[in-house]
């Protein structure tokens, strides 16, 4: 972890100490790690929580394509899964 030594002053200091006052953080450089975050989302250099997931979902959805392709997972209806469960 790097240590970065950062003066303010003036409103950007105000807004810091209001923030862990008001106990929206813990700490000021808890306050600061989380809006390093937000402009690292906002100027799209870091991806959200749902970037991530849809990401994970297109990964294993095309494992599974490839699989199905090679016979080593099979497709079934909605019929062949009622008849195979009993839900008819």
């Known amino acids: 972890?790097?240590?970065?030594?950062?003066?303010?002053?003036?409103?950007?200091e105000k807004t810091?100490?209001?923030l862990v006052e008001t106990g929206f953080f813990k700490t000021k450089a808890e306050a600061v790690r989380a809006g390093i975050l937000e402009m690292g989302r906002d100027y799209y250099v870091v991806k959200s929580k749902d970037e991530l997931m849809d990401e994970?979902?297109?990964q294993?959805?095309?494992?599974?394509?490839l699989e199905?392709?090679?016979g080593?997972?099979?497709?079934?209806?909605e019929a062949?899964?009622?008849r195979r469960f009993r839900l008819e």
């Open 1 to 12: 972890m790097a240590d970065i030594l950062v003066h303010l002053d003036g409103e950007v």
């Open 16 to 18: 810091l100490r209001r």
């Open 56 to 58: 994970l979902a297109l």
């Open 60 to 65: 294993k959805m095309q494992r599974m394509e």
């Open 68 to 70: 199905i392709k090679a």
């Open 72 to 77: 080593k997972r099979r497709v079934y209806s």
């Open 80 to 82: 062949e899964v009622r």
